[in-house]
């Protein structure tokens, strides 16, 4: 079946530029100046519209399992919530935790996504324990489970941790696969020694868990990952959820050298803070508990990460979607902060968010579409599949409205989750059309998808390198 | 008249697809995947090859008067020899000198051109008496005769020379009107000073250009205008032919800031050096006498352009094309190197010089068309109508053979120039066919073009903005 | 006459220790452990007070011709005033005018302190017109006058401006004779510009002395200042009247990379704004019009100065004591800030505001000491003549009660002035009693001294350099 | 019994002034202006002789225990040698193992020292297990015996290694305490991966020893610390044995912040090389493994670190004396360099090494003192009863023979090694006597000092931090 969307504006890294865009089957097949397409064939009316590539969430955490309890959206719920916000790809985590086997972490996965995704999805396997055995994995996902990137953590001691000595052989490593590391920077001994001593002292409440992780802390475990990737001959390197202004600064130093080190930032940085929402009353401020945390309003946290995403010294948005309910869940942290499940959903409204930005004058339409789709792809390997509105690319499109305003709250989202974390923000634009692989699955705001519709995709190595 | 270009892989900034591409008259009408485009039509075989928008030069200097002679490409010749090399479009300097009205400085600019240009062309405009006159001609250049870049002088007193507090009101205004203003800097009395104490000295010789123009005095003077833009409410900033490592660092710097600061560099300066060439034996240094110049091959200046190049810290790529020929002209500094014409000829070697950096791995495929076509196109207004292989952009675009090789020289090339700066360099890949506006100017190597094919490009402002 | 100062704690550049100070005639001639000394001698009793060396105020312009008018202090009024506070010698500037010759503004300057000055002091030499003639003068200063510092303005053009090519010159003249380059710098021709347009726009307050010289205006030319300090092989260089956080960045980067870069700051930037005292209503503002401004309290100047003593990155303080009256001084600008006379007066106090950074927790006791005296002799080249409490030096002694308070305004001061910059300020410490060469001349707080006693110190290069 | 120092110049942090010094038992009780000083009493004649505090060598380890052998100076040999070298005081190391009492290890350390040293000392405690325990130990320390720096380790996993949070906890105690914290600072987990592979690929010789522990690994824990002690509210921080350019521009970084960050350099750093020294044929270079290491000649570390020393960015010189004999010690490591005791000696050749640092111009002469005596007492809280010639002070004094000279060899040095990791050296300058309090140990290169003169010296907190 093919069709033609039409009289939309193609927006693509460099810049808006009207076309007519032919899809046939799964995929793009042409785009047309104006008018100069095919003319009997069915059409889909994108006059007004934004036609941008299929946003990619690069970072998310479906159904994950996380001290007794679970994330709590499924991948059927999180991938359909996503298809709502324009996103037509996920790449969540595989998980190995120390002592399992990697492969079948991975497989452990495969089967929580067999036939339930809404929209396309990849993989990245976390490595909870570097060993002679994992790192012999590392080579085989990437050799033949289309896995190229693994993220480790400088946090969660006993938990997911890698010591300086596990995180230098698994960059090696990756320098050899070609993989990406992915790192989660924070200086979890350190941040451990202040949770505990503000627990001692009764600073129970959530706003402590952003008091007890510093950006100095993050900006040093950023710091200490450049250092370690260089040791590794410039292994690929790429900081997920950059919040802090001094963590930045060690991104972009290195970036200034010609490295490549890479850094994504989550939406919830770019807008949210310690005071406003960690800090709110009661327990109210556990919705906003992630790590690493928001942080304060009176430093320069958000307009830096935004000039960030100017610069490309941040390269990229994803969200971290990491959705607890506040009852029964995020409940488990009342009276001692420490328990609070770590996380934040968003999966549905970073495309909104970030287009809030244009409209803001801090991002062009072009930025826009680079970090939440185009680059998202190049970095992780799904370019040109993914991430572009190009002859042969699949036809992961969406027609986004710049007229529309998009209002969030618990009422209206399609996440599980049992209060939003932006309840009550109206916002400029709006996602009218979400096409994934051809397939119209959101139609003017309504949901024509469905579960097991979303396939797996193999992914490449970088095409994103300096 | 319509043809498909067929076969080929089209190359963007986000990196090579193959598509077949569709032109009708003067415009790209549509992008194909491969083989479903039309079947009944006119091809252009670019099986093997690359196909990417027509290059952009954005600093040349046909027939420009220079101290009792003239740049010894015309518009014909000069514009000739661009499009044997892959461009398709130039920008050239029109010139207001001290007491002259500055439109009809633009006048005898468009008269040059009138029927003389094999490509197509715009104009950038040399200020070189900024006062209450030229500046409301800037005002008016913008709005009406598509004149959206000024360029002013830090060096050359008593020539083109504006003083910091001439320079900060043309920045003012162009922060009002929305110009950029490029700049030659080079901080001139300080090198005047240091050029009469050398001749005093009996150092006569090429060399002695080079060392009387330290790079400390490159950086300073692109630090002061960076400095002056910030004075003048961050008005857009785009530093010329930027030679060295000091320079650079400036610019990085400011770019680490969100600043609107850019700069090009030239091919000279990615290969070519004090030593070895401005150093050669005797008068024959002379050929690569220009300002900046050529920088030591003891110090990192090439390796930091080239990974400038790669952070964008250097945007782009121009020639500076100003070619002298060594009899008559070049030969008038024999005995005093501050007599000497300041230029090098090389409109027709940019692409392959740069494609060599992605054969040597320092440049990525879409890097190079974004240094040579897109960034060019974007910074200074012309996109999307040039720089991009898109639908209703227009037809300008180069097939290039990756296999091909190159060999450079004074027998073989076509600019209007006595000697080669790159006499005897051969590399990797070759021009194969250039297309103008739809009309196929080089097919195969052979010329079919003409001169008065070129248009005058009115361009917009700038949309490369961070 | 021979007499002990016993009791006293001495304070020198690495801290304070008990020791009794023995005098003969102009000298100090030996130290003791407390109570080791000799018995039978005249005694003063320093029980409970820092003894410390003789201040040194190295930026001084007594009766100095501006604009129609002169500074309002002599060189008897104002080394009297200076003695009050505790300073026992002064570096005044000599001026050279355009046209003029160098050793005529010596002479005048010679007969202008002749016999006139209660202290010691010396003379740095203004080149207001740096050509052939004047680089001789130089080195003639610096080998036959005890001359060895050169200030250069990079501001004022047509009055004591030089362009960046006499600027060079000189450096290189003043790397050959080892003298010291002191710099006035703001860029003055973009300066002229602000200020033309801010008089033009009807903006005639003394405020606007202040806004229409950006900090950024400071820190280019700071850093332009270095750049060709570096040109011309590292010549020695002293930025004067540093006030700014930016300006301070170029002197840090500097002395990162081991340069001979050194900066003084005033005590008015430690303490006093644009807002509250430039800005203070009507024409009151006039009061502090001085060059470089007071820097906005809203930026983190005053801290970062602070911090900039404590790291040497600011090596000294001086008081650029540069008086003018309120009445039929000032008053000249009255409706258009650009005629007021540049300059506050402050020799008096120089002493206790530093010390108040001592109470203030700002600065250790050895480094006040260091700041107001030692460095200042060090630098320019009266060391260990000047500068430091050592068997041989000049018995130039201050016996500083910290236990003391005193207070600013114009009632109670001893300088030439119809107002006081800092009128009601009440501090920590006081002078208690000042010995130049051996002489009481300041006893509890009484002065004793007299004009001619003070004579001319020949200085000789710098032993500063690092 | 009294003595006058007669004829000499005497040399301070500011320079060097002729003076007469008059000691007293054991302190010097007066500085006199030459030839002021009393008449009738015993002379030594210091006539050509620079007069300098004795020297302070800060990092020592006497007889330390290290994998089955033990460093081959006793405090009666080591102390001995230091005398002969100039240096009156030595702070040495006291150690407290994992698992053991911290109080015991202190008296274990006096144990050792009682009636064996020649000259005065002090300890720093090294803590190997942080802990609730050693954390009140540090106190008690602090309060009662005199130690006031505590030093921990970044590197030697399971000997002696602190992770981030035992760090963190020591820095927190040191903030309110008031001590001083030093870093071994090099990435142990990681440079322990790299030592492994090494050896596994058969990489075994002394050389490999350097190129496993790179200066990426050193600059990064140096960083680490900054930013620990930032989080420790500016706990004062103290970098040991600095040897690399990279670890230098942490350093010089944080005290650009007015930050309390110091480190020391060694003499090894500033002179030897990773291949001329580390890298000798066979075995040979086993005589220069110490951790850090040497470092590379093809890199800028000893031209960067003797310009930190000008700059202050290091503010001492210390030697980390640590000697081992070639026979049966450095010999365990043959065929695998990781079992080769770490460590150089070199208290003897400190002051002298320095002094050609003043001979080549790269130190004044001040800055020579400085760096060798009156920085160590003042930062680790022995001044002004040492590292000072003042009234007052104790009466540890060095001749120094401008005109001598030097030669270093096994044959001449008192150290109780079996090699010289200076042998053959020859260099300007020479100890000729040395007095400590008030005793003459050293006199015309002679002997006379005996085991059991030097005293326990109690420390105070550092009068040093910024
Ligand atoms: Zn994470
Ligand atoms: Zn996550
Ligand atoms: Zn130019
Ligand atoms: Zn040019
Ligand atoms: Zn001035
Ligand atoms: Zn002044
Ligand atoms: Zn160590
Ligand atoms: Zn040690």
Not at 122 to 140: N, P, R, T, W
Not at 320 to 344: A, L, T
Not at 425 to 440: F, K, L, N
Request: some cysteine; proline content about 5%; overall charge negative.
């Amino acid at each position: 079946m093919s069709y033609l969307i039409k009289g939309g504006t193609v927006v693509s890294t460099t810049g808006p530029n009207p076309a007519d865009v032919l899809v046939d089957g799964e995929r793009i097949v042409a785009l047309f100046a104006p008018g100069t397409g095919p003319q009997e064939i069915e059409t889909i009316d994108a006059t007004g519209k934004y036609v941008i590539p299929g946003a990619i969430d690069a970072h998310t955490h479906m159904q994950m399992p996380f001290g007794g309890t679970e994330a709590s959206d499924t991948f059927d719920t999180g991938t359909r919530a996503a298809a709502f916000g324009g996103t037509t790809t996920i790449i969540d985590f595989a998980i190995q935790r120390y002592g399992e086997v990697v492969q079948d972490g991975l497989a452990a996965w495969h089967a929580k996504t067999a036939g339930t995704c809404h929209i396309d999805y990849g993989f990245h396997m976390i490595l909870g324990g570097v060993d002679d055995e994992s790192l012999k994995a590392m080579d085989q996902l990437v050799a033949d489970e289309g896995i190229t990137s693994f993220k480790l953590f400088m946090a969660y001691p006993g938990v997911f941790y890698s010591d300086d000595g596990q995180i230098l052989r698994a960059m090696q490593r990756a320098r050899d696969n070609g993989a990406m590391i992915m790192m989660h920077a924070e200086n979890g001994p350190a941040i451990d020694v202040l949770v505990k001593q503000a627990l001692e002292r009764g600073e129970t409440d959530p706003y402590h868990h952003g008091v007890t992780r510093p950006q100095e802390l993050e900006a040093e475990a950023t710091s200490r990952a450049i250092w370690l990737a260089s040791v590794a001959a410039d292994c690929p390197l790429y900081i997920v959820h950059l919040s802090a202004s001094k963590a930045l600064e060690q991104v972009a130093a290195a970036r200034d050298l010609g490295r490549n080190v890479f850094a994504e930032t989550c939406p919830q940085y770019l807008y949210l803070t310690l005071e406003d929402q960690l800090g709110a009353p009661g327990f109210e401020g556990a919705k906003w508990v992630c790590s690493t945390p928001l942080r304060s309003k009176h430093e320069s946290h958000r307009a830096d990460l935004w000039r960030g995403l100017r610069t490309n010294d941040l390269a990229m948005v994803s969200t971290d979607h990491c959705p607890f309910c506040m009852k029964d869940q995020k409940e488990m942290g009342v009276g001692d902060f420490s328990k609070i499940p770590n996380g934040i959903g968003g999966v549905e409204h970073r495309v909104d968010l970030l287009y809030q930005g244009v409209v803001d004058g801090k991002l062009s339409l072009g930025r826009w579409v680079e970090t939440i789709a185009t680059t998202p792809a190049r970095m992780f390997g799904m370019y040109p599949r993914k991430g572009v509105i190009a002859p042969g690319s699949d036809a992961d499109i969406v027609l986004y409205d710049p007229a529309g305003r998009t209002r969030i709250g618990v009422d209206t989202h399609h996440m599980n989750m049992d209060y939003s974390a932006w309840e009550g923000w109206e916002i400029a634009g709006r996602v009218d059309t979400v096409i994934s692989r051809g397939t119209v699955i959101v139609r003017g705001g309504e949901y024509e998808g469905r579960a097991g519709h979303g396939r797996y995709v193999p992914r490449g190595l970088s095409d994103y390198l300096v």
